[in-house]
Structure formats: C-alpha cells, structure tokens
C-alpha cells in the first residue's frame, strides 16, 4: 500500500486565489511527522511546513497552512492568495517515528499551475 | 541557500560506467541522507549517514554504494551505469533532533544522464 496518496497530478489555481492540495497517509507508526515541500521548474526542494502526529493545532507559516485530520488520515496543503511563484510541483512527505526510521518517504507530487 | 551543496551540478555519461556524486552537509549537521527522483519511480529514499556510519538503507540498487566521511561529506557511487539511473539525485542533512520534527535541508541536486 502506499504511504503518501497525492491523487491531483495537476491544479489549476487563479491568482489571489486559495487551493488546497491533497494528501493522506497510511502509517500504523503512533509517532510520525508530515511535510511538505514545494519544488519549482529549477528543481530544488523547498521546505514548506510540517505537522507532528500529536500536534493538537493545524500549522501555519505564513500563507501556508495544512488541514490535519488525523482520523481519517489526510494532511492537506492549503495555500491562500496564490501567487505566480507558486507555481511548481508540491510533495507530500511522512517520517514515521516509531520503526526509528528518519528518512521521508514521498508522495508522487502535484504539480499546481498559478493562472493570471 | 539551504547550505547543503552538491558536485557536480549536472552529469552525462555512459552506459556501464562509474561515477560519484559529491555532498557537503550543513555546518553541524551529522545525518546525511541521499535520495532519487526519476520519472517513473518518483522521490525515493536511498541511504542514511550519520556521523559515518551506515544508519538506515531505502531502495538503493546493490550497484550503488554511499560513504561518510570523517568531514562529514559524503559520496554516493553509482556503478554498472544503465539508462534507467538517469535521474536527479538529492542529498539532504539534518541536525539531531527528538522526535519526528527534524528539518532536512536538501541540496540542489545532482541531475545524471545516463547515455
């Protein structure tokens, strides 16, 4: 089974506009953190936010902020006001805490395309 | 800057061959984590260095080999070349933290072509 389920390969968005970007997981681990990271057409990967599993409020970093609903297991990306540097491929990533694991494991990318 | 950085910046050789990618750490950091991103197999976790030692291993090919270096840089091998590898390969480092936050700072990347 996948980890990360990203299910948008594409968004559109208009600018000034707010988008949010799907992700679930699937982890039997009671300790794991969840980010994201935005890499644009230039390919370095940008480190946006990040949730912990017992984080009791959603994070926020300036416009963005994610949606954690642990019980059904999803950790969207919402992005206010979009600009058009915001346009480039968003990752979805967990690292579960309890194996002793610290590598991330990925999802597949949406890539988000901020319209004029 | 994520102060992380990576030789060479770009790649091209051929079917067969050996090459190495270089990575330097951040200032401090102890882990050093290398990863894949190609086309059809995404964003994968190869290795995991800490302090020079092997850590943890992902996806990584017996082909390839990876190493710490007492500077903390690192070297990922990748030998037996097909066209297959050709891919942007990253290297991310991170500090010791507790529990699951625990930033990596990723390099700018490697990008092989395989010919």
């Known amino acids: 089974a996948q980890k990360i389920t990203q299910t948008q390969p594409g968004m559109f968005v208009q600018e000034k506009e707010a988008v949010t970007l799907d992700c679930t997981y699937d982890?039997?681990?009671?300790?794991?953190?969840l980010f994201w990271y935005k890499q644009p057409s230039s390919g370095e990967m940008i480190f946006l936010i990040y949730?912990?599993?017992?984080?009791?409020q959603n994070a926020t970093e300036g416009r963005y902020s994610l949606n954690f609903q642990k019980a059904r297991k999803s950790a969207n990306l919402v992005i206010s006001a979009s600009q058009l540097g915001d346009s480039a491929m968003y990752f979805c990533a967990m690292r579960e805490m309890d194996t002793g694991r610290r590598a991330l494991t990925f999802g597949s990318g949406t890539r988000l395309q901020v319209q004029p | 800057d994520s102060g992380v950085t990576q030789t060479p910046k770009h790649l091209i050789t051929a079917t067969g061959q050996r090459v190495t990618l270089r990575c330097s750490p951040r200032s401090g950091d102890l882990s050093v984590y290398w990863y894949q991103q190609s086309l059809d197999q995404g964003l994968q976790f190869l290795i995991h260095y800490y302090n020079g030692e092997e850590r943890a291993k992902g996806n990584i090919l017996e082909r390839f080999s990876a190493q710490q270096f007492p500077d903390l840089h690192s070297e990922l091998n990748l030998s037996s070349l097909e066209l297959g590898d050709s891919a942007l390969y990253f290297c991310?480092?991170?500090?010791f933290g507790k529990g699951a936050y625990n930033e990596q700072f990723f390099g700018p990347g490697t990008r092989l072509t395989v010919l």
């Open positions: 982890t039997s681990d009671q300790s794991y953190g």
């Open positions: 949730q912990g599993s017992y984080d009791e």
């Open positions: 991310a480092s991170s500090g």
